[in-house]
């Protein structure tokens, strides 16, 4: 994963050969993670995404967002990429055990990005089928984790997700009710890559 890594980045982070070599570790740490444990009922519905098409989109919103929060953080990479770009980064996980992998990461390569269990999904909202509203593999029986953070939704500046082929209305739906009008969504999915919505536009 780390073959070539240099050439790709140098110019994305202005040569910063720490922070380079840094993502390329903890790229391996989580791969080496779902290698040994992708057979647990913690990884059931775990996919990684692109680490480094994420990181080139989070560098480009330097200067532009503060606080980052990634839905369904998994092992938390993006949270902790962020959290070492200069970000204020944190992470929602519904898999408990899933959250201590991450915090495991994040101690080594980016301390300051926080993880609780629970739900993305804000209490209030409600359902609605006929607005698109479906969930693949997103749980959605979890009490939701943002009185954990002492946060609302509306309170972060950019949330990352990678959403299942069905669930990208319901992403957007979840956006549209509970972040701020400036919010902005960056997604990862892996026919389309990485796109950023903003939902003043919407």
Known sequence: ??????????SLFDSDETLISEFAELWDAASDLWERH???????GYVSADYLAVCKSLARLRGRVLTV???GSGLGVTAIMASRMGF??????AEPRLVEYSETLARSYGP??????????P????????????????IIDAPSAYDKLDME???FDLVYAYPWPDEHT??????????RRDALLLSYDWREGTQLVAFRDC
Request: include cysteine; charged fraction near 25%; hydrophobic fraction near 35%.
């Open 1 to 10: 994963m780390s073959q070539n890594l240099g050439a790709e980045c140098d």
């Open 38 to 44: 992708q057979h647990t009922p913690a990884f059931h």
């Open 69 to 71: 929060l990634e839905w």
């Open 88 to 93: 204020e980064a944190y992470g929602i996980e």
């Open 112 to 121: 300051t990005a926080r993880f609780v269990q629970g739900s993305f999904i």
């Open 123 to 138: 209490d209030d909202f409600e359902w609605n089928p006929a607005e698109g509203d479906e969930a693949n593999r997103t």
């Open 153 to 155: 939704l509306r309170d």
């Open 170 to 179: 319901l992403y957007h739906n979840i956006m549209r009710h509970f972040a």
